[in-house]
């Protein structure tokens, strides 16, 4: 089957960490472009990070970068999240979502999502 | 920045009934437009992209068009299952998403 299943997630404090991990099954994992995209309570998506097939190429959305840093273990099947100096606003459920591409273009859309992970910065 | 913005916010419709979503974008994306549906604690799921074209798996009920900056996703059937947040995302630039359209039973 193939699939996306994230952990990590969990409960703190604001200038704290959390690493994320998201593992990748069914498909050839390094073959694929890959992102995290978050949902706050409540609200809508917004997309936090990509990492190319080999990951030589990493793109930040500007509310994350200098904090949060993505990596991937192409061995281990496996996607992350470093996640530093976090904030009430980085409250959020993480996905891992996979790219999908029609053409040539230079940007994306996501093609298969994992059930995400809730992390929660709070005092 | 590209800002989508879509309506209506919520959307009530009888089971059988055709729904219409709209989703628009503050500049041309050109046919960069994807959809997605969210239930409840589940993730989303690609139901379109490239304005028009349904992702694998997806019943011939869905269907999407549009192209520049006017976007309309159409269920030409409501079934049960299909209650639920519709996103659309942009990828003309980076990715963005709209607020959602929640279609929820009349």
């Known amino acids: 089957e193939v699939q996306l299943v994230e952990s990590g997630g969990g409960l703190v404090q604001p200038g704290g960490s959390l690493r994320l991990s998201c593992a990748a099954s069914?498909?050839?994992?390094?073959?694929?472009?890959m992102n995290w995209v978050r949902q706050a309570p409540g609200k809508g998506l917004e997309w936090v990070s990509y990492?190319?097939?080999?990951?030589?190429?990493?793109y930040y959305a500007d509310s994350v970068k200098g904090r949060f840093t993505i990596s991937r273990d192409n061995a281990k099947n496996s996607l992350y999240l470093q996640m530093n100096s976090l904030r009430a606003e980085d409250t959020a459920v993480y996905y891992c979502?996979?790219?999908?591409?029609?053409?040539?273009?230079?940007?994306?859309?996501?093609?298969?999502w994992g059930r995400g992970t809730l992390v929660t910065v709070s005092s | 920045e590209i800002v989508m913005t879509q309506s209506p916010a919520t959307l009530s419709v009888s089971p059988g009934e055709r729904a219409t979503l709209s989703c628009r974008a503050s500049?041309?994306?050109?046919?960069?437009l994807a959809w997605y549906q969210q239930k409840p604690g589940q993730a989303p799921r690609l139901l379109i992209y490239?304005?028009?074209t349904r992702a694998t798996g997806i019943p011939a009920r869905f269907s999407g068009s549009g192209s520049g900056t006017e976007f309309t996703l159409t269920i030409s059937s409501l079934q049960s299952e299909d209650f639920a947040v519709y996103y659309c995302?942009?990828?003309?630039?980076?990715?963005?998403f709209g607020p959602g359209t929640k279609v929820d039973i009349k």
């Open positions: 979502a996979r790219v999908g591409r029609d053409g040539y273009n230079l940007f994306w859309y996501f093609d298969l």
């Open positions: 069914g498909f050839t994992f390094s073959s694929y472009e």
């Open positions: 990492i190319s097939s080999s990951g030589s190429t990493i």
């Open positions: 500049q041309s994306v050109s046919s960069n």
């Open positions: 490239g304005a028009s």
């Open positions: 995302q942009q990828y003309n630039n980076w990715p963005c």
